[in-house]
C-alpha cells in the first residue's frame, strides 16, 4: 500500500459516514478554538492593560524626602530646579506629618450643640503645581500662586470631599474656615485626582501657613513625567532636589510595564487554560471512541485486507491516518474560528488584535497530534485482529 492508497482509504473512511465525522471533530475545534482565543486575548488584553499601565502609573515618580533636625535637605523652590530636567511635566512638593493629621476644621465660628459642625482633617501644605502634580483640575474657584505664597496670605484650598464635609458649596461669599481656631479663606475646590485620591478629604496651604501647623520641611515630591522618560528622571531627580545629599532621597520608581503585561497575560492564560486542555481532552476521547467504534464496524473488511496481503503495519496506518486527519481537520476549523474570535472581541473593546502567528501554524498541527494520540489504541486493536478470526 502506497502513500497514495493510504491517503485515499482514510479520506473515504472519514467521508462514508460525514455526520459522524463533522460530530467527532466538533470536540477538536471547540478545543483548538479556546485555546487560540485564550492566548489571543490574554496577548491583546496585556498590551491594552500595558497602555494604561504607561499612561498612568508608568510616569509616576514619588520621592521620599527624610525629616532632619536642622537643615532640611530639600527646599521649597527646589521644585523649579526639578521641573526644568527635560522629561518632567509636573512636579511638586508636599509637607505632610503627624503635626497637620487630624485637626479641627470647622466651615463656621458658631458652635451649635445640635449638629457636628467641626471635622477632623488632615492639613498638608503644598507648593503652586499641585493640581497637575495630581493630575487633578479645580472644580470651583482657583489655586494659590506664587503671590499668595511670597505674602503669606491665609488662604487654602480644600478637596472636594473636604467640601462636602464642611458644606463648602459656593465660593464667591470668600467662605472662611477654621482650622484649629485659626481662619483661612477658601479659594479653591480640588478634585477629579487621578494620583494621591486621599487628599481629596484634605485641606491645603501654602508652605508659608504651613508652618503655623508644623509643616516646615518638604516630605514628599510627586513627579509626572513624560512616557519612556522614567527612568531617567529616577536617577537624576535626587540631585536636582538636594544637591550633595541626594542619597538620602529615597525615589520609588514605577514597576516595568513589561512585567505588568507578563503577569496580565499569565493570570489570563491560567484562568483559561485550563478549560482549553480539557475541551481538547474531550475531543480526543470523541476521536478514540468513534474510531473504536468503526473498528468494530469494519471488521470484515480487516479481514479481507488481511487475507489479501495487508500486513498489520498497513491496518495499523491506516486507522491513524484517518483519526489524524479527524484532528487535523478540527485543528483547522478551530484555529480559524479562534482567529476570527479574537478579531471580533478587539473591535468590540476598539483594541489593537495582537496574536502570535507561530499559534495559528501550530494550532492545527496540535489538533493532528491528538487525533493521532486517540487513534492510537484502536489503530493497535485493529492490527491485532488475525484474518480468519476476522472473516469469521
Do not use: C
Not at 106 to 133: C, K, Y
Not at 153 to 173: E, F, H, K, N, Y
Not at 332 to 352: C, E, H, L, N, R
Amino acid at each position: 500500500m502506497d502513500v497514495r492508497d493510504l491517503v485515499g482509504e482514510a479520506v473515504a473512511g472519514m467521508l462514508a459516514r460525514p455526520v459522524r465525522s463533522a460530530l467527532t471533530t466538533l470536540g477538536t475545534v471547540l478545543g483548538i478554538t479556546t485555546l487560540v482565543v485564550t492566548l489571543g486575548v490574554a496577548a491583546t488584553a496585556g498590551n491594552q492593560i500595558v497602555g494604561r499601565f504607561d499612561e498612568l502609573v508608568a510616569t509616576a515618580i514619588t520621592v521620599e524626602v527624610p525629616e532632619t533636625e536642622h537643615v532640611p535637605l530639600v527646599e521649597w523652590d527646589a521644585i523649579d530646579r526639578l521641573t526644568r530636567l527635560r522629561g518632567v511635566v509636573s512636579a511638586a512638593a508636599l509637607a505632610e506629618g503627624k503635626d497637620g493629621a487630624n485637626l479641627p476644621v470647622r466651615s463656621n465660628d458658631l458652635v451649635d450643640p445640635a449638629r457636628v459642625t467641626t471635622q477632623s482633617l488632615s492639613v498638608l501644605a503644598a507648593s503652586t503645581g499641585l493640581p497637575e502634580a495630581l493630575r487633578g483640575r479645580m472644580v470651583r474657584g482657583r489655586f494659590y500662586d506664587a503671590g499668595h505664597v511670597r505674602r503669606g496670605d491665609r488662604v487654602a484650598v480644600i478637596g472636594d470631599q473636604a467640601a462636602r464635609l464642611l458644606g463648602v458649596t459656593r465660593l464667591d461669599p470668600a467662605p472662611a474656615i477654621f482650622i484649629n481656631g485659626h481662619a483661612y479663606t477658601v479659594i479653591g475646590v480640588l478634585g477629579d485626582l487621578r494620583r494621591e485620591r486621599n487628599l481629596g478629604s484634605a485641606v491645603i496651604v501654602p508652605p508659608t501657613a504651613g508652618r503655623r501647623f508644623g509643616l516646615r520641611q518638604v516630605s514628599r515630591v510627586l513627579v509626572n513625567t513624560d512616557l519612556g522618560a522614567a527612568a531617567l528622571i529616577t536617577r537624576q531627580a535626587p540631585a536636582a532636589l538636594s544637591p550633595g545629599n541626594g542619597d538620602m532621597l529615597q525615589v520609588v520608581a514605577p514597576p516595568s510595564p513589561t512585567r505588568a503585561r507578563d503577569q496580565a497575560q499569565e493570570d489570563v492564560n491560567a484562568l483559561f487554560l485550563i478549560l482549553g486542555l480539557v475541551s481538547l481532552l474531550v475531543g480526543a476521547v470523541g476521536i478514540a471512541n468513534v474510531t473504536l467504534v468503526t473498528v468494530m464496524e469494519r471488521v470484515a473488511e480487516i479481514g479481507l485486507r488481511r487475507s489479501l496481503g495487508a500486513a498489520r503495519r498497513h491496518i495499523a496506518a491506516q486507522f491513524l491516518l484517518e483519526s489524524t486527519l479527524i484532528g487535523l481537520t478540527g485543528g483547522v476549523i478551530g484555529a480559524s474560528v479562534g482567529v476570527v474570535a479574537v478579531v471580533a472581541v478587539s473591535a468590540a473593546k476598539q483594541w489593537t488584535p495582537l496574536l502570535d502567528a507561530r499559534l495559528a501554524i501550530a494550532a492545527p498541527v496540535a489538533g493532528a497530534l491528538v487525533g493521532l494520540l486517540a487513534g492510537l489504541y484502536p489503530a493497535m486493536r485493529a492490527a491485532r485482529m488475525e484474518p480468519a478470526d476476522a472473516l469469521r
